[in-house]
């Protein structure tokens, strides 16, 4: 399945020279490439060029946590007193199961003193009923000069019995409720699954992706479909976008994985807590926001199981096909034998390649055999030799500063370029891009081949 587009691919690649020491490269790819007045080599793994590696590579990655894909939730009345819960935070429960019971002695005084206050009313509004007749009464005997009055008084009368209505039927709503609250003491849950958090006090009891967002009482969590939530903040936001697809593995057993695709990344509420994204500082205060990832299938996951998450670019095929390599890292000057160049015990040699089909999308070959992920190669320039000394690409970033980290990020201020190389939201300009994406000929000699 094909996930990148040539754009991509020369985006990744220009982010590998960028990694592995810019200046370096530029003055490697240049012609120069020499140390101390001796020729040397500069060489990383295929894995590292080619964005597949499990912790050096370019792919970022994100921590997560398996979540429910519904949740549902209970406030407490903090009227009353909860008498007792039933539940504990992990606890599998079903639809109608009791969760917690509230202390039905305050509703029944609550309730007794309600009904009373009823039958205050009640009497109040047989008086006023009874006023207003009288009056109606009297005024059919009074004079014409004392029919006014009598008219001003009965319309009095009639809007205290309006009002004491009003007061009679609201008493009778908090009767009804409290009667209510008297048969459904026992709170039962609304949905099947796992007791995520138990809020008690005002401090939640978190469990299995609880956060302290969480303020419902008691939250339960469907069992059954899973999502993956991840965090990434202000710095790495832009590096993944919605729709894009992933792959999940296990923190447990890297060789468990599962796909998916980044379904939300929710803006809107910003994230406080720990900070998820792989590898990242824990003394980074920017704003930090959630993303889902909506999972192509759950099985095997567990609630609560802590994973982490990558861009899916083919990097998890090579079980299904051969090694995808960037043609511009392929030799191609005689067709029928084309090579690259790899570090036997530190020193350059020629390795000829058994190429498969040809992936005009991503601009890759599909390495048949002669090479694996885990071999060091370098990029193919003009004044390369066999026999010539190699070095690790790392040793390009002591020309500038200090070494990659292991994750593969670049540290926000070492790395960052000024703004006058680097364009608003990390656009490459057409300065920095070719038309369409396409390297040019001092990037990539023609076909792919160097004389």
Not at 65 to 70: G, I, N, P, R
Request: proline residues 3%; aromatic residues 8%.
């Amino acid at each position: 399945m094909k996930k990148g587009t040539k754009t991509a691919i020369i985006i990744i690649a220009a982010a590998a020279v960028i990694t592995g020491g810019f200046f370096a490269a530029r003055h490697f790819l240049a012609g120069g490439g020499k140390s101390g007045g001796d020729d040397v080599a500069y060489v990383d793994t295929v894995a590292n060029f080619m964005g597949i590696s499990g912790s050096g590579g370019m792919i970022n990655r994100f921590a997560g946590v398996v979540e429910s894909q519904e949740t549902w939730s209970v406030n407490q009345n903090q009227e009353y007193t909860v008498e007792e819960i039933f539940v504990t935070v992990g606890q599998e429960v079903k639809e109608g199961d009791p969760l917690f019971k509230y202390d039905i002695e305050k509703f029944q005084s609550d309730l007794t003193q309600a009904e009373i206050d009823l039958e205050r009313l009640n009497n109040e509004m047989t008086s006023m009923v009874t006023i207003r007749e009288q009056l109606e009464k009297d005024m059919k005997k009074a004079s014409s000069s004392e029919k006014a009055n009598y008219t001003i008084q009965i319309q009095e009368q009639e809007l205290n019995i309006k009002q004491k209505q009003i007061d009679i039927d609201t008493k009778q709503l908090d009767i009804g409720k409290l009667h209510d609250n008297i048969e459904h003491a026992t709170v039962t849950s609304g949905l099947t699954g796992v007791v995520k958090s138990i809020n008690k006090d005002g401090s939640a009891n978190m469990g299995y992706g609880g956060s302290e967002e969480d303020n419902a009482f008691i939250t339960i969590m469907q069992v059954g479909d899973f999502r993956v939530k991840g965090t990434i903040n202000e710095q790495n936001m832009y590096d993944i976008y919605s729709g894009e697809p992933v792959i999940v593995y296990s923190r447990a057993d890297k060789t468990k994985t599962w796909r998916g695709t980044i379904d939300r990344i929710d803006t809107e509420n910003t994230v406080q807590q720990q900070n998820y994204y792989y590898g990242g500082d824990s003394g980074n205060q920017s704003s930090k926001y959630p993303f889902y990832v909506q999972l192509d299938d759950s099985t095997g996951l567990m609630l609560g199981q802590h994973v982490y998450m990558e861009p899916d670019l083919g990097q998890g095929e090579e079980e299904k096909k051969g090694l995808g390599l960037a043609e511009y890292l392929i030799d191609r000057t005689d067709p029928d034998h084309p090579f690259v160049w790899k570090e036997e015990d530190g020193k350059l040699v020629k390795q000829e390649l058994q190429l498969g089909e040809y992936d005009e999308e991503l601009m890759q070959y599909e390495v048949l055999s002669g090479l694996t992920a885990e071999d060091r190669i370098a990029f193919p320039a003009e004044n390369l030799r066999e026999g010539m000394a190699t070095a690790d690409m790392a040793e390009m970033n002591a020309m500038g500063g200090e070494e990659m980290p292991e994750d593969g990020m670049m540290p926000e201020e070492e790395y960052m370029p000024d703004e006058e190389m680097m364009p608003e939201e990390g656009v490459m300009t057409e300065e920095m891009m070719p038309e369409e994406g396409v390297m040019t000929e001092e990037m990539m000699p023609e076909e792919g081949g160097v004389g």
